[in-house]
């Protein structure tokens, strides 16, 4: 259980910087997990305590650079909300040389595969019209999934982004762009398709009367709440296995898939910078190596003087 301190700063999170649920729940456990290894409170931390708990990660080896550079992320914004309320003088995890982070490319899915993915809700509805993902769902929920996987690949959304739209994000006629509050709070517009529009229509028409309500959540789970982002994963792990792919893929390849599939087709990186809503143009860069690595792969196997 999160101490006082520890609970401000967590509504700080939400309330002030606009953090998502998910965000803020990850920092809530990285504060707890270190104060239950040392006593004392969050004014006598040093920074060989913090070198204790680094040491004591490594120790452990169950965690990758990224999860430890996770933590320490959390304790170094802990620290400098501490700083800004005259509570401390310095920030005992500034200071620290963290493990580098291993360079992987994003997964992602070819546009072949994201054609059967997409169409997965339908066909699964013709063959189990009252299941979804082995639960009792109404048949809607088909409608609402399909229409949401549309929405994630044709515009980079992250998954906690769409499913806090409303209704009313969606309802002006012709509206062709739509405004998403992301990371930090900031806002940034994104471009709806033909194939996003059509599919939010088809789900809307599906949908009880009763429960489209323009100041509502968009994306609706069985007893008209805001669909859950669990439920979603579940599903969504069922349509990757009807289109014959890893069903541990998560949301998020939809996202990798969004960008990869732009640049490869020409887009201006910058473009894409502002699509995603990435505030360095180094993290959008991650996907010119994805393409240029595809380049080279087909070069590879095609040239007979390759």
């Known amino acids: ?20 649920s998910h965000t803020v729940r990850n920092y809530g456990q990285v504060l707890a997990e270190f104060q239950s290894k040392r006593k004392g409170g969050w ?16 120790g452990e080896g169950r965690h990758g650079p990224a999860s430890v550079r996770l933590r320490f992320s959390a304790l170094r914004t802990f620290f400098q909300w501490m700083q ?21 490319l994003p997964r992602f899915l070819s546009e072949e595969q994201m054609t059967h993915l997409l169409a997965a809700p339908s066909r699964l509805l013709e063959k189990k019209p009252s299941k979804v993902a082995g639960r009792k ?26 499913l806090s739209l409303s209704w009313r994000a969606f309802r002006e006629e012709g509206k062709r762009t739509l405004k998403v509050k992301g990371k930090g709070g900031k806002e940034r517009l994104v471009v709806l398709g033909e194939a996003v529009r059509q599919g939010m229509e088809k789900y809307f028409e599906k949908l009880p009367a ?79 190596r994805v393409t240029t690595e595809r380049l080279r792969g087909a070069y590879g196997k095609a040239h007979p003087r390759a």
Request: charged residues 30%; proline residues 5%; positive net charge.
């Open 1 to 20: 259980m999160a101490d006082s301190k520890t609970a401000t700063f967590l509504r700080h999170l939400a309330e002030e910087r606009g953090l998502s």
């Open 43 to 58: 004014e006598g931390i040093q920074e060989s305590d913090c070198r204790a708990y680094l040491h004591g990660l490594a």
């Open 84 to 104: 800004s309320r005259g509570e401390r003088t310095d920030n005992p995890a500034a200071g620290l040389r963290l493990p580098r982070p291993r360079k992987s």
């Open 137 to 162: 769902e109404p048949a809607w929920a088909r409608w609402r999934d399909a229409a949401l996987l549309e929405l994630l690949y044709g515009t980079g959304l992250r998954l906690g982004e769409a």
């Open 210 to 288: 009763s429960w489209r309500r323009e100041a509502g959540p968009a994306f609706l789970g069985p007893r008209g709440e805001r669909l859950c982002a669990r439920v979603f994963q579940r599903n969504l792990k069922e349509y990757l296995a009807e289109a014959e792919l890893d069903p541990s893929l998560t949301p998020h390849k939809l996202r990798h898939s969004f960008a990869t599939h732009l640049l490869a087709r020409g887009a201006d990186l910058r473009v894409v910078q502002e699509l995603l809503g990435h505030a360095r143009l180094t993290s959008t860069e991650i996907y010119t």
